[in-house]
Nanobody, 114 residues
Framework: VQLQAFGGGFVQSGGSLRLSCAASGSRFSINFMGWYRQAPGKQRDFVARIAPNGYTDYADSVKGRFTISRDNAKNTLYLQMNSLKPEDTAVYYC?????????WGHGTVVTVSS
């Protein structure tokens, strides 16, 4: 499975961005899809995930501001990020679980200025 993430960029505090992650190469349904992020000098942290049935789970730090969604027909994952804060600055990675294996995409950089 190959993952391509895009949509990162530079935004001012309070602004919005939408990340997308397209998965290709899967012959069967993809299980969980999720977003993680890694700020400079820190470990990679969980942001949000979504199950095939639409069940969602969020990190406390993004609840109420970020919305994860997926298009199962297109095998595409989205992350709508609103009310962005400087502490949201990080490299954002998408991850999918497919046939019990975890696949990571290349990151997309999000920079939020104060």
């Amino acid at each position: 499975v190959q993952l391509q993430a895009f949509g990162g960029g530079f935004v001012q505090s309070g602004g919005s961005l939408r990340l997308s992650c397209a998965a290709s190469g899967s012959r069967f349904s993809i299980n969980f899809m999720g977003w993680y992020r890694q700020a400079p000098g820190k470990q990679r942290d969980f942001v949000a995930r979504i199950a095939p049935n639409g069940y969602t789970d969020y990190a406390d730090s993004v609840k109420g501001r970020f919305t994860i969604s997926r298009d199962n027909a297109k095998n595409t994952l989205y992350l709508q990020m609103n009310s962005l804060k400087p502490e949201d600055t990080a490299v954002y990675y998408c991850k999918v679980v497919y046939r019990l294996r975890h696949y990571w995409g290349h990151g997309t950089v999000v920079t939020v200025s104060s």
